[in-house]
C-alpha cells in the first residue's frame, strides 16, 4: 500500500523555523546586502588610493587597494551566497534539504500499530515550507495487499 504525505501537519516533524520562508526573498536580501559591502569596499579603495598615494600620475604600491579590496569582498559575497546556491540546487533535483526527515519520517511509521513492514520511502521538498513523501508499507492484518 502506498501514500503521499504533502505537509508537514501530516508528517508531525520538528523542524527548525527560518526566519525567510522564502528562497527568492532571501537571495535577494543577500544580494542587496553584498551590494551595500562590495560599494563599501569600493569607496574604502577610492580613499586610500586618493589619500595615500603620492602622485596621482605615476603606479604606487597603494593602488593595489583596489583590486585587494575588490577580491576580498567578492570572496565575501560568494561566501554569503553558497548556502542559497546550495539549498537552490537540492531543490532543483528534488532532495529533501533536511537529513533527519527521512528518519523521523521512517521511525513514525514503524510506530504505528497497522505498520508490519516500511518497503519503501522517498522524501523530497519544493520548498522551505513543503516536504513530500511517497511511503510503500506491508500492512499487518493482510490489509493494503
Not at 10 to 29: G, Q, S, V
Not at 35 to 63: C, N
Request: aromatic share 8%; charged share 20%; net charge negative.
Amino acid at each position: 500500500m502506498g501514500g503521499c504525505v504533502t505537509s508537514d501537519e501530516e508528517l508531525h516533524l520538528r523542524e527548525t523555523p527560518k526566519k525567510i520562508k522564502n528562497i527568492n526573498l532571501e537571495a535577494a536580501y543577500v544580494h542587496i546586502l553584498t551590494d551595500i559591502i562590495l560599494s563599501i569596499g569600493v569607496i574604502v579603495s577610492a580613499l586610500i588610493i586618493y589619500f595615500l598615494s603620492p602622485d596621482h600620475h605615476t603606479w604606487s604600491p597603494w593602488q593595489l587597494a583596489d583590486p585587494l579590496c575588490t577580491y576580498l569582498f567578492s570572496f565575501l559575497a560568494i561566501y554569503s551566497t553558497w548556502p542559497i546556491l546550495k539549498e537552490a540546487v537540492l531543490l532543483l533535483l528534488d532532495a529533501s534539504h533536511g537529513e533527519h526527515i527521512p528518519t523521523d519520517l521512517a521511525m513514525e511509521i514503524a510506530e504505528l500499530g497497522s505498520v508490519k513492514e516500511l518497503l519503501k520511502l522517498r522524501v523530497w521538498s519544493t520548498n522551505r515550507a513543503k516536504h513530500y513523501a511517497a511511503v510503500k508499507v506491508r500492512m499487518q492484518n493482510g490489509y493494503g495487499g
